[in-house]
């Protein structure tokens, strides 16, 4: 199935295998069955146990089976290629199954390109020092849960809300501060304590509500970070 969870694209490899053979999400403990239908999720309410039933909240599965030990699949997840290993399957040899009929020997032989070597590699195996062997760095959370390159700037809908949101947040924080100024500007003949006051109050009030704004904005369109709830 494809690694990515239906409900906040997790990546389901680091999640787990549950008591009931279910594939739960590390992130949400959304389960999948292996046909890739959601069976379980944990924050739905009472009056609606049912929602993972929906058909949005199943996870893409690539159709796959079992021939000669090996693993097939078909690397589309279209329904319409569910039964595909029907009418398209592999050859099958069938004594490959039968592992008592038959016994083999592998044998490989490593052939040295002396010219090669001698001409290119210094009279020896030139990629003895260009590796080191070691794993390249793992990219940074941020890289790796990106919402705005992979998903906010290619989606209509979540780009409009996003540039909304962001113009109500500079909206607040012009009201903030012009609150700010007119309070302390304004004269006490010309505007009553209780008025300067209420001013004072809105333009704290905008500022928090725009605090509040830009983090649910880089949370919701930007990067939302979790903890791995199976360390």
């Given amino acids: 199935m494809d690694d990515a969870c ?35 999720i944990p924050q739905a309410p009472r009056d609606k146990l049912h929602v993972h039933t929906s058909k949005r909240a199943c996870v893409a599965v690539y159709p796959s089976f079992v021939q000669n030990d090996i693993l097939w699949f078909w ?37 040295p390109y002396g010219r090669w070597l001698t001409k290119y ?35 209509s809908s979540c780009s409009r809300a996003y540039k909304s949101l962001n113009v109500l947040e500079i909206i ?28 004072v109050f809105l333009a704290l009030l905008c500022f928090m509500a725009s605090r509040w704004l830009s983090k649910f904005i880089y949370k919701s369109f930007h990067f939302h970070d979790y903890d791995h709830a199976f360390c």
Avoid at 17 to 37: E, K
Avoid at 123 to 142: S, Y
């Fill in 172 to 199: 607040m924080q012009i009201i903030s501060v012009a609150s700010i100024g007119i309070a302390a500007a304004a004269k006490e003949s010309v505007m009553s304590i209780a008025a300067r006051y209420s001013l």
């Fill in 6 to 40: 239906s409900h906040r694209l997790a990546p389901l490899s680091q999640g787990r295998i549950d008591q009931w053979g279910r594939l739960q999400c590390v992130y949400h403990g959304w389960c999948f069955s292996g046909s890739g239908d959601c069976k379980f």
């Fill in 75 to 111: 690397p589309n997840t279209d329904p319409l290629y569910k039964d595909i290993h029907l009418s398209k399957t592999p050859p099958y040899i069938p004594p490959l199954d039968d592992l008592t009929s038959y016994a083999k020997t592998t044998l490989v032989r490593d052939i």
């Fill in 121 to 155: 590699g210094g009279a020896q195996v030139d990629w003895g020092t260009k590796f080191t062997g070691d794993l390249q760095p793992t990219p940074a959370r941020e890289q790796l849960l990106d919402r705005y390159w992979t998903h906010t700037i290619n989606c």
